[in-house]
């Protein structure tokens, strides 16, 4: 809704006490006949429709109110919640960092879709961002393809199913719709719809209810204006993908892991477990994005990037919590500690005196217990932790402050290799 159209049914308003704005009440979407209840009174939905923002309406008490069409941010905070939202300055942020840049449509692009994972769906907030930043990539939605968008049910909040989630158990290839409602041209002309897409949001989430209730989510924003961008999934982000190698990639009976994804989000308690299964799927120089709560578990993603050879290049660590615009980068590395780096060099150096392997163990034997030094100490018991890489994780400007979650972000390689740095 913008501010030259009048308010219609289905349209959601925050309505403003005009002597205190502080007090203020975000409607269900309009229909005819229903009401407005209030401490301060009641309002007809009729009464509602056809006026236009910031006009004035009454309520059965004579309280005055202004009407306001929600914001994005304001609807994201307004909108009822049964999981925690990634909130709207937040979700900016993880866009901005996606750099994406569509083209207006053409019908006849040979450029290949824009594909978007977002893995953990939650309320949807990421996901009504993520759909506004590659709206004008794709054709004017059908108006049957948005029926329910254009008309959101009242309660759609509630536990009820809203139709179009995709399960595992219902997955249509990208390019087919699964439209047991219609028939005919109808549903041929919503599969040749969703086939022209050139940008799709593929959101998954293993529960189907944080699913159904981020679809109501989504459809409930301004007549659903942005809902035709996203396919829902109800589904383990690693089968899913998995799946998809399957239903796009099959050639003589063998599945290809070809790449389709040019981004992906990882918004998931254990987003280690997956983002090698994610990496295969992203384009090179796709960019991955794990966002957790703690410092810890990007750390994890680091290790596991280390361990599996996954060709991720850590781009940065972002620090989020309130008053940090635009994030608070942190220095996050694996290096080989100089201790560590020393000890080697004298063990090459040996070796390349001794002439042969076994005299090289032997004298670096001999060498190792005559100079025994604090550094070689060190270096020995790092050895005996693992492979020798340490993390280094530390603010890069200022003091430490308690933030509200951290990013970690990846460029896809081309090739196979070292993910790390080291500092001699």
């Given at each position: ?28 979407p309009l229909r005819h006949g229903k009401t407005v209840q209030s401490q301060w009174g009641s309002i007809p939905h009729d ?378």
């Amino acid at each position: 809704m913008s501010a030259s159209r009048s308010v219609a049914v289905g349209d959601r308003l925050i309505l403003r006490m005009k002597e205190d704005f502080s007090r203020e009440l975000f409607t269900k979407p309009l229909r005819h006949g229903k009401t407005v209840q209030s401490q301060w009174g009641s309002i007809p939905h009729d009464s509602l429709i056809g006026k236009f923002a910031r006009d004035t309406v009454a309520s059965s008490t004579g309280r005055k109110f202004q009407v306001h069409v929600p914001t994005l941010e304001e609807y994201v905070t307004l909108t009822p919640r049964i999981v925690t939202p990634v909130y709207p300055t937040d979700a900016s942020l993880i866009v901005s960092l996606l750099d994406i840049h569509v083209v207006p449509y053409q019908s006849a692009s040979n450029e290949r879709p824009l594909e978007i994972l977002e893995a953990g769906t939650g309320h949807g907030s990421l996901t009504l961002h993520l759909a506004r930043a590659v709206s004008g990539a794709n054709p004017a939605p059908l108006a049957e393809s948005l029926e329910d968008s254009e008309m959101p049910r009242e309660g759609v909040f509630d536990d009820g199913s809203p139709s179009g989630v995709v399960s595992k158990t219902n997955k249509p290839a990208p390019e087919v719709l699964v439209a047991s409602e219609t028939e005919g041209s109808t549903a041929l002309a919503k599969q040749e719809w969703r086939a022209s897409r050139r940008c799709v949001i593929h959101t998954v989430d293993i529960s189907a209810t944080y699913s159904q209730h981020a679809e109501g989510v989504v459809r409930g924003f301004r007549q659903g204006m942005y809902a035709a961008n996203v396919d829902f999934h109800v589904a383990n982000v690693s089968e899913w993908v998995d799946e998809q190698f399957k239903i796009r990639n099959v050639d003589n009976l063998e599945v290809l892991r070809n790449p389709f994804l040019s981004h992906a989000i990882l918004d998931l308690p254990r987003s280690h477990d997956h983002i090698a299964q994610v990496a295969a799927a992203l384009h090179t120089d796709g960019i991955l994005i794990a966002f957790n709560p703690s410092l810890t578990q990007i750390i994890d993603c680091i290790k596991s990037i280390i361990a599996e050879e996954v060709p991720l290049w850590l781009d940065k660590v972002v620090e989020l919590g309130a008053g940090m615009t635009g994030g608070r980068e942190w220095d996050v590395r694996t290096v080989k500690p100089r201790a560590l780096l020393k000890a080697e060099r004298r063990h090459k150096e040996a070796e390349l005196a001794s002439g042969s392997v076994t005299d090289s163990l032997e004298a670096r034997s001999k060498n190792v217990e005559k100079s025994r030094t604090l550094d070689e100490e060190q270096s020995q018991a790092i050895s005996r932790s693992g492979t020798g890489w340490e993390m280094i994780c530390r603010p890069k400007v200022g003091e430490r402050v308690v933030g509200g979650g951290f990013l970690g972000v990846w460029r896809k390689m081309a090739d196979r290799g070292s993910t790390h740095n080291s500092e001699g």
